[in-house]
């Protein structure tokens, strides 16, 4: 098992031992591939996605069985929403145990088969090489996911001679990667003939690693842009044809866009519920093409007019290929007209406004740092707010968990220690992975995290409030800790924020301390998400 990893280049493994793991440890022992031990087995999977999406390429995270596994779940789910390469490793009791109910018995590939790419239940050893090589060619192929190979005990304990199985070959699963010359024939001319093109492009893009070549098309051919919350820092958040996040979390002009323009292009997008409110209002207002690894997505949430199946690295250069060109001018002057000014958000004293305090955040951090989001208002806040340069955006859209923060930074980390890496979460958010400061301490990763504190689940809060006349239920974050304290307890800097006077110096300090650090923002309990 350990051979397979070194042979797919693997350096870096996070993960949480266990009795059915435990030969795989054992072999660990003998290799310089580094283990990561989180403090907790979802961490380990979340802390492996930060790592892939930062590398592009598949991490590994390994757990035992029963609980351990379980506790992983989570994590697999949210990658699998995402696209996110991984392959996880899971102890399983003795073969001839299974299905007797033993002592931390989960039926774990049949539990994760809806959220993974593919399962393994390896039954005799000599498969090993070969399912490690298949499991890392479907996560990393076609639309990027995480696979899992179930190793029972007495398997891993098995000798075998270890040969390279050769190249994989999967009967049925042949993923396409260029565009049909027909179809994008067909895309070309109705850019050429669209009056009012919009580009849309979601998290699809980067894990084809195509951001180069979807800028190179947008400047060529002069498109407007606008991207789901995925889709963030496809284009920096100043460039000239970027309109904004679509959505109702939306900036208006990106929606305004969507529902004005005459051609709607998708790249890597699957355009759910969050992102388009009406798609049967706009299949009858607007042709759509949709351009997407899985043949599958195109057309789910929202008709197509011109179906495009392909890598979107690869389609996007075959249309840079074609260099379709039009006559919308009109539209690009029209949607400039458009652009608001920056809003105003006033302060409330004694607190911090959180928007403003994320500008002044990402304008200080440097050019291509990693700015972590985790859900809840938080993450409406940041996705608004955060001014990507060359940076990266990273998040959970599809399954929206909770505690994913801080472990993705540790993972993102440690994918390039030369990139500042900040996390923000709130204080819900927060006390589901504050113990992976110990993650961070003990493996000497230098990860910045601020904490939006008001007190509440805000998001949940705004629900409350807005659909069920106020009455709030379990909501109240009453009885949390002191973070000082708790940075205290980490050894960690703790720097706390209450008005917008106080923000410059504590982010400069806060930025500039060359370890990790805590950063507390004091938020109105008040405090809308938009």
Known sequence: MVKCLESQGISVVFGYPGATIAPFYDALTQSEIRHILTRGEQAAGHAASGYARITGKP????????????????????????????????????????????????DTTGAVEPFTKYTYLVKDAAEIPRVFQEAFHIASTGRKGPVLIDMPVDIQKQVIEFKNPGEVNIRGYKPRVKGHPMQLKRVAQAISEAKRPLLCVGGGVFSANAEKYVRELVELCNLPLVSTMMGIGVLPSRHPLFYGMIGQSGVPLANRAIEESDLLILIGARVADRAIASPRRLEGATSIVHIDIDASEIGKNVGTTIPLVGDAAAVTQQLIECAPQGEWEKWLTW???????????????????????????????????????????????????????????????????????????????????????????????????????????????????????????GMVREIQDHSYGGRQIAVALDGSPDFGGIAAAYGIPFWRVGSMEEAPEAIAGFLNHPGSALLECIVSPKEESI
Not at 63 to 88: E, K
Not at 381 to 405: D, I, N, P
């Open 59 to 106: 991490a590994v995270c390994v757990v035992t069985s029963g609980p351990g596994s379980t506790n992983l779940f989570t994590a697999l789910a949210t990658a699998y929403a995402d696209s996110i390469p991984l392959v996880a490793i899971t102890g399983q009791v003795t073969s001839e145990l299974l299905g007797h109910d033993v002592f931390q018995e989960v």
């Open 335 to 457: 949607l400039d007209t458009q652009r608001a000014a920056a809003p105003s958000y006033p302060e409330t004293p004694g607190y911090v406004e959180p928007r403003r305090f994320i500008r002044y955040l990402s304008l200080q951090m440097e050019e291509n740092a990693v700015y972590v989001a985790d859900v809840g208002e938080n993450q409406i806040w940041s996705a608004r707010a955060h001014l990507v340069r060359s940076g990266r955006f990273l998040t959970t859209g599809g399954m929206g968990t909770m505690g994913y923060s801080v472990p993705a930074a540790i993972g993102a980390k440690l994918a390039d220690p030369s990139r500042q890496v900040i996390a923000v979460c709130g204080d819900g958010s927060f006390q589901m992975q504050l113990t992976e400061l110990a993650t961070a301490n003990q493996h000497g990763v230098a990860v910045k995290i601020v904490v939006m504190r008001n007190g509440s689940l």
